[in-house]
């Protein structure tokens, strides 16, 4: 055995020495642990572990207590959001200018290129205990002309005890357009009828959107025996 081996088991063996006569002299724990938890398989977000430390030389004494939240990785979370959405995919719009005789021209409106509504997201990321994290989502919305509408997408979550999650991706339903046989480019003119009324019809169509929505369940917190 070396030299340098043979202090270090010394200044080992000395040590250990020091701290059982600190331990038996003054009733001090050089040591904390806490007892085995089981975790697996519950849909958990994070662990608290309450720690209670007691002054041994005063009669009935008030505890200390301190908390510390472990945050559980692995695994998969699945949970539901509600905000505002932004769509590409609304009800057209048309009007009408005179040609000769009864016929009319057909224009299409300028409505802009979104629609708001209000919806909700099943959110599905890997969990990680991070404070942003990628997610996939698929839900539903309600624009202002009460069209319901499909989406799916990417998210971005954003937070931990209080979730924002920031939503993009394909939205898909039914919107009201001019039926096929009609033009809206001014090039061709048509005999409406005596009300004037603009032939349309229901499309089911494909479009993008864009999302706020906050998250509606609480962080799930499983907490340890003292």
Not at 2 to 13: A, L, M, P, R, T
Not at 14 to 28: A, F, H, L, Q, T
């Amino acid at each position: 055995m070396s030299e340098f081996n043979k202090k270090k088991k010394g200044i080992d063996s000395i040590s250990e020495k020091i701290s059982s006569e600190i331990s038996k002299m003054y009733g001090v724990k050089l040591y904390s642990y806490t007892l085995p938890k089981d975790i697996n398989g519950k849909n958990i977000d994070v662990v608290e572990i309450t720690l209670e430390r007691y002054d041994k030389t005063i009669t009935n004494p008030t505890p200390d207590i301190y908390r510390y939240n472990i945050w559980v990785t692995g695994g998969v979370k699945i949970d539901i959001s509600g905000g505002i959405f932004l769509t590409s995919l609304m009800n057209k719009e048309y009007e009408t200018k005179d040609d000769t005789g009864t016929n009319k021209f057909i224009y299409e409106k300028n409505k802009g290129n979104y629609d708001f509504g209000f919806g909700s997201s099943i959110n599905i990321s890997l969990r990680s205990g991070s404070w942003i994290r990628p997610a996939l989502g698929i839900g539903a919305l309600f624009t202002t002309g009460q069209k319901f509408q499909i989406i799916t997408g990417l998210g971005l979550i954003i937070g931990k005890e209080e979730r924002i999650i920031l939503h993009g991706g394909l939205a898909m339903g039914a919107i009201t357009v001019i039926s096929n046989n009609y033009k809206t480019d001014g090039s061709t003119s048509y005999s409406l009828g005596g009300d004037g009324a603009i032939p349309t019809t229901n499309k089911f169509s494909f479009g993008h959107f864009f999302g706020v929505t906050y998250n509606l369940g609480k962080v799930k917190k499983q907490d340890t025996p003292k």
